[in-house]
T-cell receptor, first 118, second 115 residues
Framework: AQTVTQSQPEMSVQEAETVTLSCTYD???????LFWYKQPPSRQMILVIR??????QNATENRFSVNFQKAAKSFSLKISDSQLGDAAMYFC???????????????FGKGTLLTVNP | KAGVTQTPRYLIKTRGQQVTLSCSPI?????VSWYQQTPGQGLQFLFE???????NKGNFPGRFSGRQFSNSRSEMNVSTLELGDSALYLC??????????????FGSGTQLSVL
């Protein structure tokens, strides 16, 4: 079974600064997808960025980028020029690339609460 | 395009009661997944439905059940409620192929409190 670990329960950053959230995972599969989701106080999970394991290039979405280290099974999220609206709980998630019933799910880490200080 | 709608938003029940939560997916989506979110355990997968069939089930006791209707709306039921069932229950909808580029869209959840 796959596991996802987020070792930082809480992080804080000054507005306009850069912060990196850590995530490690364990899997025996070679093809999979990794995600970062944001959950603001509204509770709705919002996809921030995704990475496909077979792609070596790190994904980037505006101020959000990842550092994907497949051999180390590490998948960190960097937020540049942090804004007050970035304050939220961030979850790292894993999904198998295999098809089949048992693979139709996301496995989440326990989350990192990000505070942005003005 | 309307998003994923979960009702009710809040629910208070007592131990031993049963509860039914509802999830209406985005129009055209045929897959609905359910997750339980608690401070201690984080987000845990409950089950996934596609075209009225349960395709995957998480490691939860039989008190947790679900179903999906022909219009893709889904309900989950928890019988004989326990204090530990207090949680935020999230549902997510998608087209259902789980292809590489398929996105999951989440609702805002139902916060269940068991007293």
């Amino acid at each position: 079974a796959q596991t996802v670990t987020q070792s930082q329960p809480e992080m804080s950053v000054q507005e306009a600064e850069t912060v990196t959230l850590s995530c490690t995972y364990d899997t025996s599969e070679s093809d999979y997808y990794l995600f970062w989701y944001k959950q603001p106080p509204s509770r709705q999970m919002i996809l921030v960025i995704r990475q496909e394991a077979y792609k070596q290039q790190n994904a980037t979405e505006n101020r959000f980028s990842v550092n994907f280290q497949k051999a180390a099974k590490s998948f960190s999220l960097k937020i540049s020029d942090s804004q007050l609206g970035d304050a939220a709980m961030y979850f790292c998630a894993y999904r198998s690339a295999k098809s089949g019933g048992s693979n139709y799910k996301l496995t989440f880490g326990k989350g990192t609460l990000l505070t942005v200080n003005p | 395009k309307a998003g994923v709608t979960q009702t009710p938003r809040y629910l208070i029940k007592t131990r031993g009661q049963q509860v039914t939560l509802s999830c209406s997916p985005i129009s055209g989506h045929r897959s609905v997944s359910w997750y339980q979110q608690t401070p201690g355990q984080g987000l845990q997968f409950l089950f996934e439905y596609f075209s009225e069939t349960q395709r995957n089930k998480g490691n939860f006791p039989g008190r947790f059940s679900g179903r999906q209707f022909s219009n893709s709306r889904s309900e989950m039921n928890v019988s004989t409620l326990e204090l530990g069932d207090s949680a935020l229950y999230l549902c997510a909808s998608s087209l259902g192929s789980w292809a590489a580029n398929e996105k999951l869209f989440f609702g805002s959840g139902t916060q269940l409190s068991v007293l």
